[in-house]
Nanobody, 119 residues
Framework: QVQLVESGGGLVQAGGSLRLSCAAS????????MGWYRQAPGKERELVAA???????YYADSVKGRFTISRDNAKNTVYLQMNSLKPEDTAVYYC?????????????WGQGTQVTVSS
C-alpha cells in the first residue's frame, strides 16, 4: 500500500506561481512513476506531468514551458512547480503513484488539492 498526501494548492492571480507537493509513504520502494493529474469542473481528469524513478519526465502540451515536475527520492516526494498560471489551469490537482510490486501494477491517488487562478 502507498499513501499520498498533497499540499500547496490555493488561489493565485493569472501570471502567478504555485508549487504543489506530494509526499508518499508506505511501500514507496515499489513506486515506479509519479505524476500529477487535474480535473476541472465538467471535464475529464487529464495527465499534466509525470516523472519516472529514473528521472524521465512527461508534460502535457498545455503546460510545457510553464510547469516543472521534480522528485526527491530521499523524501519520497514529488513536486509540481507551476509558473505563468492561467485561468484555464484552474482545477483540482491529484497526485498519482504507479506501483509495481510482486507482479502487480497498481495506481494510488492523493485526495486532491484545489488550484484556482483568477483573471
Amino acid at each position: 500500500q502507498v499513501q499520498l498526501v498533497e499540499s500547496g494548492g490555493g488561489l493565485v492571480q493569472a501570471g502567478g506561481s504555485l508549487r504543489l507537493s506530494c509526499a508518499a509513504s508506505g511501500d514507496t520502494i515499489c513506486i515506479s512513476a509519479m505524476g500529477w493529474y487535474r480535473q476541472a469542473p465538467g471535464k475529464e481528469r487529464e495527465l499534466v506531468a509525470a516523472i519516472t524513478s529514473g528521472g524521465s519526465t512527461y508534460y502535457a502540451d498545455s503546460v510545457k514551458g510553464r510547469f516543472t515536475i521534480s522528485r526527491d527520492n530521499a523524501k519520497n516526494t514529488v513536486y509540481l512547480q507551476m509558473n505563468s498560471l492561467k485561468p484555464e489551469d484552474t482545477a483540482v490537482y491529484y497526485c498519482n503513484a504507479e506501483s509495481y510490486c510482486s507482479g502487480s501494477l497498481r495506481d494510488y491517488w492523493g485526495q486532491g488539492t484545489q488550484v484556482t487562478v483568477s483573471s
